[in-house]
């Protein structure tokens, strides 16, 4: 939830995938008995402005065919075996104004997962709001994670929904040395425009100086679904809509990496959610017109790493 969720933490606050191993990299999902992190806030990127996409070709080694873990989501509710619902108020670290409810804003239905945020409450405060924040109790270590999401329609200003990963290592390790990867955040102020980020304790939006694609123009996020995703190896990140060949944005190892500049050698879990308002999400604003407002995921998959001999 992101910039993104694509997210301003709050480090009183924190919450808060098993690793690929051997040649064929097969991931073993982390225990799902494991105690559940007190929730971290995404963390908003500061660029909002719209630039020209600048794509490249995938440079990635190596292959991801082997289905390891997905949700279709063709049943007719969220399977709790596999996800975890986070829940409450008291502003997430970014001053959001939702209260995330145990499943009362999310249906599934004709093959698709709807997060809804509602306003259950005339004014702008803390709790008159309400929505859904889920996570997998699986967590997984390189691959290729797919999402097949439609983007609430913009009918307002004032909402802020994030796919967005978040490691296994927290709280052990602390936000944002733990390490963040943000597949997609949008807010609705800013209309057609998704961001991708990645947050570590080097190069973090407190320093500004996070890693982020900017704003990317995709005029039909809220008329159809897409695909937002990325490729991770041990040795690059890179972040695509629709095509994995297509690279929106990337990001390499460090020639000298370490847990401060590469936090991304340890299992990551998968969140999705809706936030209301916040630091970024409520920057201009919320309007009543935005509610209810409602985020589509067609599925989510996980494929595992088959590096290049």
Known sequence: MKQHCSSFYLFSTFILLACFAGCAERPEPASKEKPIPQPVAQAAPETTTAQETHTTPSTITGSFEELVWADEFDGSEVNREEWIFETGAGGWGNNELQNYTDGDNVEVSNGTLKITARQEKPGNDIGNFTSTRMRTKS??????????????????NGVWPAIWMLSDTFPDIPWPKCGEIDIMEYVSWSEDNVHFTVHSEANNHMKGNHLNSGAISHPTIDEAFHTYGFSWTPD?????????????????RPDSANQDNWPFDSPFFLILNIAVGGSWGGEKGIEESAFPSTMEIDFVRIYGLNPDN
Do not use: C, H, L, M
């Open 139 to 156: 967590s997984w270590k390189y691959g290729r994670i797919e999402i097949s999401a439609k983007i609430p329609a913009n009918t307002g």
């Open 236 to 252: 690059r990140i890179e972040f695509f809509i629709d095509d994995p060949s297509v690279v929106q944005y990337s990001v390499d």
